[in-house]
């Protein structure tokens, strides 16, 4: 049932991070991938070899989708080059840590273009390739979209009003077969992370009943899941992968 082979991806900001192990799941499972990128080219192409190196198949895509035109061109190339276009993957985004009190609006729209108006505008652009036999989006938003974090009011934000997009968009969607949900991921283990925040790292592992911080194929194998059949009837989801920790109590 997670045999997506004859299937096509487009996955955002996979040139690092969640991005790269959430395109190598969907080539491992048999999709084509086309592999998003902004800047980091070099990593993009590496991960295009990667994939084709273990018999897959994969394109690298340059756009700035801060750019709603480049969004739109994003996707038509995805799907020019494999001829269909089946699952989007909406993983593109930023996280800076700024105070709210101090931050300025150049900060606060510029998070809000980043990690929401551009799944606005992939997904509108994906939907209209995906007319003829339905889809599937997932976007990658975050437990903070329910619980904000100190110096992430605009992140959280962004983050909440990507899973009500996928909620709306899953209800106007539906009817031309398209599925929209969310996967909202805690904490994911980077390297370095422990060594830059240890305290950080400790309160976590203290807090989840599954006693772990996350990895990147948590996420990926969640989005995996969504875009099978295996999730047929399942739209307007926001899938939480987090450990159990959203079950801790805050009182």
């Known amino acids: 049932m997670l045999d997506l082979t004859g299937t096509t991806v487009l996955v955002t900001g996979a040139s690092g991070g969640i991005g790269q192990v959430i395109a190598r799941r969907f080539a491992e499972a048999g999709s084509a991938v086309a592999v998003h990128y902004r800047r980091d080219r070099d990593a993009a192409t590496a991960l295009v070899e990667l994939i084709e190196a273990a018999g897959g198949t994969a394109t690298a895509l340059q756009a700035d989708l801060s750019n709603d035109n480049a969004c739109h061109r994003l996707v038509d190339a995805a799907t020019g080059w494999a001829g269909r276009l089946d699952t989007l993957v909406n993983n593109a985004g930023i996280q800076p840590v700024e105070a709210l009190p101090d931050m300025p609006v150049t900060s606060w729209r510029t998070m809000i273009d980043t990690n929401l108006t551009s799944a606005f505008s ?3 652009a ?3 390739a995906m007319a003829d036999r339905g889809g599937c989006i997932v976007h990658i938003a975050s437990i903070e979209a329910t619980q904000p974090a100190p110096g992430h009011a ?19 969607y539906g009817p031309r077969g398209i599925r929209v949900n969310t996967v909202s991921p805690g904490l994911i283990d980077r390297p370095g992370l422990a ?4 305290d950080g790292v400790r309160r976590w592992q203290q807090a989840a009943p599954l006693g772990r911080l996350g990895t990147p194929t948590d996420v990926a194998n969640a989005c995996l ?4 059949p295996l999730a047929a009837w399942i739209t307007g989801h926001n ?4 450990g159990g920790v959203s079950t801790r109590p805050t009182w």
Request: hydrophobic share 50%.
């Open 122 to 124: 992939c997904t509108q």
């Open 126 to 128: 994906a939907a209209r």
């Open 154 to 172: 605009h992140y959280s934000t962004a983050k909440a009003a990507l899973v009500m997009h996928a909620r709306a968009a899953a209800l106007e």
């Open 195 to 198: 060594t830059d925040w240890p």
């Open 225 to 228: 899941f969504l875009a099978s």
């Open 239 to 242: 899938l939480t992968v987090d």
